[in-house]
């Protein structure tokens, strides 16, 4: 038993929290009516509008507690408590004040973003009250994108508010940061924070577009050059490269996973159509590249008839075109086929003249172009002595006439003499003729042949014997030089290079560029 000490105090109440409260909207608010002085005080919670008390009344003796959890917005009044005791009679009331500004805004922003499409930004504000004191500013960095607020807004309960700013990235954008910044700014309502912030980075994911190969020194390449073939494209992620190359039988053989491509080396037999294929594994788009290349060989007599195909896209979804080449003289095929567009013709001779025709062809249409074909050989000369073509000598000296010429293959060079009746007569099968203690009866027209299999060149020395020699020691050396040249006439479209060893005259001679080309 208890012997409670009796305490004169005056019967005193009051409300915690006191005066204004500032509570957000579904939170937990527990007001408590609590008194001193008063042995069994009597509690009486109710709104002054007489509206529902929208709480639960718990009484502990002493004090009494009006708990409201969750708070919603119907809670926003003055609550009055009132505290009978014996007859003595207080009352003291709060007012409840709602916002609701929980959570920072969320940005939403397509994930497939693609640069140069139209996009649109979305920034939510969740469960925003009042929403009539709400501000949003929307950033790329910091540039002002948009800038809304909501006060027209006569909401009566907390919502979701959301801006839209719709625009069209470019790839500079990758990287950048879209802000979205939200304010609540209510100045005599006491909370924390008035403001929240979102930020997200603009990830545009695009590509690979714009795929193409870049070939150094150019896809024209002579064997031995070091050869740099670079896959360029435009992707966001970047991409994985693969490049390959499709051979003669046109099986396609994988090279290496870089985007850069080196032959240090360039052969004849790296010539082939190369194909670059670029894969975003995020958009999970690819695109192929190709390029032909051509090595110029340094072997002989090779022609590379190279037909280019400028209106067929050679890419995904478009097979290449199959290229046939063909003489229309024989109005049949000459054998020659590719999937590539690089064809070889291979020993070159008179016999391979004519009129070409190059045809392309894939499931869109066809396209053809013409080409001829000139194999010509033509004398160039020059001479080392002013006697040429007629050289005067005199009896019983010794004449000594050289004929020099180099082309590839190397001729074949022999003397033939013009005998009275207009025949010619072969009279010595080497180079040098030697003639020694000349007479009358050596005098006459000197024809120096050579021929190789593209051709056969002739040149002639008329030899005048004068009498007796003083000096018969004395040399005339002649010396007569000439060389094989093969010209080629090209009509547009088709490119068609002769790859040849360059002629080389006797030292003296100038080489002879046997490579002409017309586009
Ligand atoms: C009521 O007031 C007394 C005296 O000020 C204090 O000691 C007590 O903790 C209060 N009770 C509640 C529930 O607030
Ligand atoms: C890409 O393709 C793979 C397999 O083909 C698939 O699993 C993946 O979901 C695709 N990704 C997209 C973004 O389409």
Request: glycine share 6%.
């Amino acid at each position: 038993m208890y012997i409670l000490p009796i305490v004169v105090k005056a019967f005193e109440m009051e409300i915690t929290p006191a005066n204004r409260i500032v509570e957000q909207i579904g939170e937990t608010l527990v007001l408590t009516c609590n008194t001193t002085g008063c042995a069994s005080p009597g509690f009486s919670w109710r709104i002054q509008t007489d509206n529902p008390l929208g709480g639960t009344v718990r009484n502990h003796g002493t004090y009494s507690t009006l708990t409201m959890s969750p708070v919603s917005i119907e809670n926003a009044h003055d609550y009055l408590c009132t505290v009978f005791c014996g007859l003595e009679k207080k009352e003291k009331s709060v007012k409840v004040e709602l916002y609701s500004f929980p959570s920072d805004p969320v940005i939403e922003i397509s994930t497939s973003l693609v640069a140069g499409e139209q996009t649109t930004v979305i920034c939510k504000i969740p469960d925003v009250y009042p929403s009539d004191h709400l501000e949003v500013l929307l950033k790329k960095e910091e540039h002002i994108l948009l800038e809304k607020n909501f006060f027209e807004d006569d909401s009566t309960n907390t919502e979701t508010k959301i801006v839209t700013y719709s625009f069209y990235p470019t790839t500079e954008d990758i990287g950048k940061e879209i802000t979205c910044v939200a304010k609540l700014p209510i100045a005599n309502m006491d909370f924390e924070p008035k403001e929240r912030v979102t930020s997200q980075k603009l990830n545009a994911n695009f590509g690979p577009k714009n795929t193409v190969i870049t070939a150094s020194p150019s896809n024209l390449a002579m064997e031995g050059d070091f050869l740099k073939l670079t896959c360029v494209t435009e992707s966001n992620p970047p991409p994985q490269i693969v490049w390959r190359r499709q051979v003669a039988d046109k099986s396609v053989q994988y090279l290496v996973e870089n985007n850069v491509l080196s032959i240090p080396h360039a052969h004849f037999t790296d010539s082939g159509l190369y194909i670059c294929e670029v894969i975003n594994l995020v958009t999970n788009k690819t695109e192929k590249a190709t390029v032909d290349i051509v090595i110029q060989g340094t072997s002989l007599h090779e022609f590379y008839l190279y037909c280019s195909v400028p209106n067929l896209q050679l890419s995904v979804g478009n097979p290449p075109p199959k290229i046939v080449l063909r003489r229309k003289s024989d109005g049949a095929d000459v054998g020659l086929y590719s999937e590539g567009g690089i064809l070889l013709l291979p020993s070159v001779t008179f016999l391979s003249g004519g009129d070409y025709e190059c045809v392309a062809e894939n499931k869109f249409g066809k396209s053809k172009s013409a080409v001829a074909l000139n194999v010509e050989c033509k004398i160039k000369e020059k001479l080392t002595s002013g006697v040429i073509p007629a050289a005067t000598v005199k009896e019983g000296e010794t004449v000594t006439m050289k004929c020099t010429s180099s082309g590839n293959p190397a001729p074949v060079i022999s003397w033939k003499k013009k005998t009275v009746t207009g025949e010619s007569e072969k009279i010595f099968k080497d180079a040098t003729l030697t003639i020694k203690n000349i007479k009358s009866q050596d005098l006459g027209l000197y024809e120096c042949e050579a021929y190789n299999q593209f051709g056969k060149e002739e040149k002639a020395v008329k030899l005048f014997v004068q009498g007796r020699v003083e000096k018969p020691d004395q040399m005339m050396p002649v010396i007569i030089a000439f060389s094989c040249v093969t010209a080629i006439a090209i009509p547009v479209v088709v490119i068609l290079i002769y790859v040849s060893r360059k002629a080389k005259i006797n030292g003296s001679y100038s080489l002879v560029k046997a490579l002409r080309l017309k586009v």
